[in-house]
Each structure stands twice: as structure tokens, then as C-alpha cells.
């Protein structure tokens, strides 16, 4: 059974710093990429950062760029995304999902692309 299980999450206030984990388990995920995504109060899910799983390659959001940075430990099969200079917009419940990925192909950023979900975790930024 795949599980993708978020931690992490907490209250922090803007300007600072969290770093969410997303474990995995359950199949090799060698050919998939991982990603984050996020949802705040009333809006839809948006697509947050993704890393391949086997190269290494990423992708942000341009509202996280320069800010988030998301990294892969493949001894844990776990993936991280550092969160700095939080702001009060960045609340959300952040969620960690992972898409197959043919060879040659590119990673989707979209919520329809992807296979699996985790349940999500709770960041809120205070102002």
C-alpha cells in the first residue's frame, strides 16, 4: 500500500522558517517525481514545487521562488521542502503527492497529474 505522509507543519510567524518532511513507502518511486502542493482557506489546491526523484531536477511556484526550496533523501525516501521568509499567504494545508514520470517526459505541476496523496499539513503564518 503506498503512504506519502506529511509532518511538519505548525504556527510560525512571518518571517520565519519551517521545513515540512513527506515519507514514502509502500513501491520504488524511481521513475516518479515528487511534489508539493498547497491549499488555503477558500481557494483551490496550488502547485507549490516538485523534484524528480531520480535526478534531482526541480520546478517552483514563482510566488515561492528564491524562498522554498525542495530536496529529496533517497536513503529515507524522503522528501523536504525548506520553507524561509514565511509570509501570512503562505498559510495553507500543504499536501506532498507524487506523479509518474515517463523517460523524457516532464514533471506535471498540475493536480490532475498526480498518482498519490498524502493527507496534508497544516501551516499557518502569523502576521
Known amino acids: 500500500q503506498v503512504q506519502l505522509v506529511e509532518s511538519g507543519g505548525g504556527l510560525v510567524q512571518a518571517g520565519g522558517s519551517l521545513r515540512l518532511s513527506c515519507v514514502v513507502s509502500?513501491?520504488?518511486?524511481?521513475?516518479?517525481?515528487m511534489d508539493w502542493f498547497r491549499q488555503a482557506p477558500g481557494k483551490e489546491r496550488e502547485f507549490v514545487a516538485a523534484?524528480?526523484?531520480?535526478?534531482?531536477?526541480?520546478v517552483y511556484s514563482d510566488s515561492v521562488k528564491g524562498r522554498f526550496t525542495i530536496s529529496r533523501d533517497n536513503a529515507k525516501n524522503t522528501v523536504y521542502l525548506e520553507m524561509n521568509s514565511l509570509k501570512p499567504e503562505d498559510t495553507a494545508v500543504y499536501y506532498c503527492?507524487?506523479?509518474?514520470?515517463?523517460?523524457?517526459?516532464?514533471?506535471?505541476?498540475?493536480?490532475?497529474?498526480?498518482?498519490?496523496w498524502g493527507k496534508g499539513t497544516l501551516v499557518t503564518v502569523s502576521s
Open positions: 503527492a507524487a506523479d509518474y514520470v515517463p523517460r523524457h517526459a516532464r514533471m506535471a505541476t498540475y493536480e490532475a497529474g498526480m498518482d498519490y
Open positions: 509502500g513501491r520504488t518511486f524511481s521513475s516518479y517525481a
Open positions: 523534484i524528480s526523484w531520480s535526478d534531482g531536477n526541480t
